[in-house]
């Protein structure tokens, strides 16, 4: 994983069935269907996936969308919007995409 984090490989698979806010994100990692828990026997914090969410981004493997009437205004590969946490969802790229499908856990 970029930085060789191990909480991105992990953050990228909250992430890989939908776009997901990040309370969404904690909570599945926080939870016995992700391996965080059982892996490293802590709770994951939210300052953690959001460092990880930015680095991601950066790293051009996600990218932000915000809800706009009934679509989402997707803001492009490598892009932080100036926009409310609160207000964002996070989708894989298809280079996150890629990157996920060849993670090792």
């Known amino acids: 994983m970029p930085?060789?984090?191990?909480?991105?490989?992990?953050?990228?698979?909250?992430?890989?069935?939908?776009?997901?806010?990040?309370?969404a994100i904690v909570a599945y990692l926080n939870t016995t269907d992700s391996d965080w828990r059982d892996r490293f026997?802590?709770?994951?914090?939210?300052?953690?996936?959001?460092?990880?969410?930015?680095?991601?981004?950066?790293?051009?493997?996600?990218?932000?969308?915000?809800?706009?009437g009934n679509d989402f205004v997707e803001y492009g590969e490598g892009v932080w919007p100036d926009r409310p946490l609160g207000e964002m969802y996070f989708d894989l790229t298809g280079r996150g995409?890629?990157?996920?499908?060849?993670?090792?856990?």
Request: no cysteine; net charge negative; glycine share 2%.
């Open 3 to 23: 930085q060789n984090n191990p909480l991105d490989g992990f953050v990228l698979d909250a992430i890989s069935f939908d776009a997901e806010q990040i309370d």
């Open 97 to 105: 995409r890629v990157r996920y499908l060849n993670w090792d856990s």
């Open 41 to 68: 026997e802590r709770v994951v914090q939210r300052p953690e996936v959001l460092a990880s969410l930015m680095r991601l981004v950066r790293d051009r493997l996600v990218e932000v969308r915000v809800p706009e």
